[in-house]
């Protein structure tokens, strides 16, 4: 499964969810950083309740180093981490309000 279909098949669950959309516009700002004399790439993403992820990336030989790979990387490692967190926030309002 694709990343498309596998973002098909999680729409089309019924129940509450955290999504990609809903993510997405929670997101106020994302910088990216690379390090002096590296090749490591921070994005940090910032939400809209102030509070920021970061994710990184990196290559082991410094002739490879893509700016365009290395913010794509670390973009997603910190959307990823978000996903996390926002899982946790769905299933704690759940525990305190049960239906």
């Known amino acids: 499964?694709?990343?498309n279909d596998l973002e098909k098949a999680i729409s089309a669950q019924p129940h509450e969810k955290v999504t990609k959309e809903g993510i997405e516009s929670?997101?106020?700002?994302?910088?990216y950083f690379v390090l002096p004399d590296?090749?490591?790439?921070?994005?940090?993403?910032?939400?809209?309740?102030?509070?920021?992820?970061?994710?990184?990336?990196?290559?082991?030989?410094?002739?490879?180093f893509n700016l365009d790979i290395g913010q794509n990387i670390a973009y997603r490692e910190a959307f990823n981490k978000?996903?996390?967190?926002?899982?946790?926030?769905?299933?704690?309002n759940r525990f305190k309000n049960p239906r």
């Open 82 to 92: 978000i996903w996390q967190l926002e899982g946790y926030l769905l299933a704690e």
């Open 26 to 31: 929670r997101i106020i700002k994302t910088d």
């Open 1 to 3: 499964m694709n990343d």
């Open 38 to 64: 590296s090749t490591v790439t921070i994005c940090n993403i910032t939400l809209d309740n102030g509070f920021s992820v970061r994710g990184e990336s990196a290559c082991v030989d410094k002739r490879n």
